[in-house]
């Protein structure tokens, strides 16, 4: 079958289109013909070496796909053959073809087409995970988004709106900010033009925010520690502003703040099917009663993988860059 091989660990020039042996599933497992799949920033990092697969997973990239089954474990019976799915990966999704834990496999929303069902999958679960089951965000709060404009900021925006929390969000373009408002951000902040820090303490009127969703990592440790209210939660899910930063563990201790910091890929099956049940269950309702959408920028053939890493490299996307697969 067709698939992206890395021949090495680099820039684009590594990623190519090449046949690889079609998978077979496990009792519980499923096989599905893919026919879109989502790009995310693991997937750069992936590429260049820096985020190796965990034990057992297929080596091949990509963290969700859509499209519909083709073959099932033996001890599998909430999916049949032909069913239309999106799914979360551990990997394997670059491919004409892959296998996955029937518990990590959950149906198309109502109103959303198959291609941008793959804009989900990793999205929601990172989000709903964090923000809602982790940091428990409440009607009323205030939710600080960063990279309001990426495929993880979209849904975090539209999710907080959806369950009556304030938000603020920062971006990188007048463009997106105006995005980040449409989507129902209550203040959209250009990081480039603004300290972001300072926008907030006046936003909330020194208050700070209840919930930080952070993508950045060090950059950004100090002042997110500073805009974190009483009992404020920061969560951390990304580095790309750097790994190791200083902790003011004096403001934590007098604002009774917490930080903890999450990754989905390594957890277990278990675990992901548990995130998927919420999933299914509180997001997919507000996808079809239209609260909340996969916002999808683009979409490449899967010869062009690597202009859809490029794309993605130059963050000058709103939403998902995606894959399809004829």
């Known amino acids: 079958m067709r698939a ?3 021949e090495g660990a680099g820039g684009l020039e590594v990623l190519t289109v090449g046949e690889i042996p079609d998978p077979t599933p496990a009792v519980d497992e499923v096989v599905i013909d893919v026919v879109a799949a989502g790009v995310n920033r693991a997937d750069l990092l992936q590429r260049q070496g820096f985020y190796p697969p965990p034990p057992g997973a297929p080596g091949t990239i990509g963290l969700e796909v859509s499209g519909r089954i083709s073959a099932v474990g033996a001890e599998v019976t909430d999916w049949a053959v032909g069913d239309e799915c999106c799914a979360l990966l551990a990997g394997g999704g670059y491919a004409a073809k892959v296998v996955v834990p029937a518990p990590q496999v959950m149906p198309v929303p109502d109103g959303i087409d198959l291609v941008s069902a793959a ?9 709903w995970s964090n923000i809602f089951m982790g940091a428990h965000l409440k009607e009323g709060e205030t939710l600080l988004v960063h ?14 709106v959806a369950h009556g929390a304030r938000v603020l969000t920062t971006v990188g373009s007048k463009d997106k900010m105006e995005f980040a408002s449409r989507l129902g951000a209550d203040v959209a902040i250009n990081y480039k033009e603004a300290e972001w820090a300072s926008v907030v303490q006046e936003a909330t009127g020194g208050a700070g925010a209840d919930v930080i969703l952070d993508i950045i990592g060090a950059k950004y ?4 520690v500073k805009s974190l209210a ?3 939660r920061l969560v951390v899910i990304g580095m790309q502003g750097g790994a190791k930063g200083e902790l003011d563990l004096g403001r934590l201790l007098s604002r009774r703040a917490s930080v903890t910091a999450a990754g989905l890929r390594t957890r277990s099956v278990a675990d992901k099917g548990r995130i998927i049940a919420e999933v299914v269950g509180h997001v997919w309702p507000l996808v079809a009663a239209k609260k909340v959408r996969p916002i999808v920028h683009t979409t490449f053939p899967l010869a062009e993988v690597a202009e859809a890493h490029r794309t993605l490299e130059e ?8 894959l399809t697969l004829s």
Not at 119 to 127: F, G, I, K, R, Y
Not at 221 to 224: A, G, M, V, Y
């Open 230 to 232: 009483y009992d404020g």
């Open 315 to 322: 963050s000058t996307q709103i939403g998902k860059v995606l």
């Open 147 to 160: 990279g309001g404009a990426s495929g993880i900021g979209t849904m975090a925006i539209q999710l907080g």
């Open 4 to 6: 992206v091989v890395c």
């Open 119 to 127: 804009a989900l999958p990793e999205v929601v679960a990172t989000v």
């Open 221 to 224: 440790l100090t002042d997110n």
